[in-house]
């Protein structure tokens, strides 16, 4: 029963953001039709049945690079969590993929994990967990890739996930101190000027959630009901904070594409119960809509590379089941296709080259696993890699480029 219960815990903190976002009620969680924007013709919506979502801007060939990190849970009691790691080959070319090999960490595996939090240059991920039999403090790990060497930058006694500043000049993370208190800290990878950088956020704001990056500065929301109003971006290098725009939107998460030309959020509303898939240019102008739902929610939300299309999961609960559907689309509302259909999907991530979506399906008919989904031809198969075996859960992906 343990790997039961640490898969429920991984997935309901992925999902935590979420659940607070939505209040659906059970008697109205059934799957709207995708609705397409005006931008979205009728012509488009034909071809969206049969042709996935791909633009001339997408990566149309060259191999995929680098590795796959994900954990490992045998289901054989008495045997442990491990970190593992595949080549890229063995997403794009399964005859070709090497062995998976085990990373070496200097802790136990025994509290809820997250996904590595990579460097935009690959070299190395930041991860938070607690190497105390207590859970806590929390440390925040740098881990070098190329020496598996695991370096203590920071500790609080808890630390949510980490991001990396689009330059890869910060880690951001925030802590909290389990009495209700929270901040939020940056810090080079060489552990140099780690500071916080939340003192100038509207005290009436607070608690604040950190939902990632706009160029330099850090992308802060109040987290409470009730203090819908302004988003805020906190400069790393000083403190610096200015208003982002005002919207009765900060329950929702604000994915950045990246190249910081839009915002992807999901927009629910109380009254109708819908789920909008919207994108806003950075000053919270001009909204475009690209897919409606009724009922459930939509999460996560993911940018390709070339920022030139959109991954999303709809959850529902429809009838005491639950569903997890997973969509691709353009940009501009063109080409909504769904490319898997699953039952609890707790991560998605596109490949660097933007040609293959790995999602990470927790809850199949063999455990959780995770699925290569071939976007040039919608095929897709649960990832592969000698000594990688069907009695193993994996889950919590990350890419390194």
């Excluded at 689009?166 to 140099?192: C, K, L, N």
């Excluded at 909504?336 to 979506?357: C, E, H």
Aim: proline share 7%.
């Amino acid at each position: 029963m343990k790997y039961f219960w640490i898969l429920l815990i991984v997935f309901l903190t992925a999902c935590t953001t979420t659940a607070t976002n939505t209040s659906a009620s059970p008697a109205d969680l059934s799957t709207a039709p995708v609705i397409l924007t005006d931008a979205a013709s009728s012509t488009d919506a034909a071809q969206a049945e049969s042709q996935p979502a791909i633009t001339e801007s997408s990566p149309t060939s060259g191999q995929e690079t680098g590795e796959l990190y994900f954990f490992t849970l045998p289901r054989q009691a008495g045997q442990s969590i491990q970190l593992a790691r595949v080549s890229a080959s063995c997403v794009t070319r399964v005859d070709e993929c090497p062995p998976v090999q085990t990373v070496n960490v200097p802790f136990p595996f025994n509290f809820t994990l997250t996904a590595l939090s990579w460097s935009p240059d690959g070299k190395f991920a930041a991860f938070s967990y607690s190497d105390n039999p207590n859970g806590t403090p929390t440390k925040m790990w740098l881990f070098d890739a190329s020496t598996e060497i695991w370096t203590a930058l920071a500790e609080f006694p808890y630390i949510d996930p980490p991001f990396w500043s689009p330059d890869g000049a910060w880690i951001a993370f925030r802590v909290q101190d389990g009495m209700g208190g929270e901040d939020v800290y940056v810090v080079h990878r060489d552990g140099a000027e780690l500071k916080s950088v939340a003192a100038n956020l509207p005290i009436e704001g607070r608690p604040y959630i950190m939902d990632g990056w706009y160029t330099e500065n850090i992308i802060m929301r109040p987290a409470l009901p009730g203090n819908e109003g302004m988003i805020y971006l906190v400069r790393a290098s000083d403190g610096f904070v200015r208003p982002m725009f005002e919207t009765l939107l900060t329950k929702s998460i604000f994915v950045t594409a990246p190249d910081s030309s839009m915002l992807a959020y999901d927009d629910y509303d109380y009254q109708s119960q819908n789920h909008i898939l919207r994108i806003v240019e950075p000053n919270g102008a001009n909204p475009l809509e690209l897919a409606k739902f009724t009922g459930g929610s939509l999460y996560p939300i993911v940018w390709s590379p070339d920022s030139s299309k959109l991954a999303f999961v709809y959850q529902s609960f429809a009838a005491g089941q639950p569903s997890a559907d997973v969509f691709v689309v353009n940009r501009d509302g063109t080409g909504i296709i769904q490319v898997y259909k699953g039952v609890t999907v707790g991560r998605v991530l596109f490949s660097p080259n933007g040609k293959y979506l790995i999602v990470e399906e927790t809850t199949s008919a063999t455990g959780g696993h995770l699925v290569v989904i071939d976007l040039s031809t919608l095929e897709n198969r649960i990832l592969e890699a000698p000594g990688l075996t069907l009695d193993t859960n994996w889950y919590a992906p990350s890419w390194r480029r």
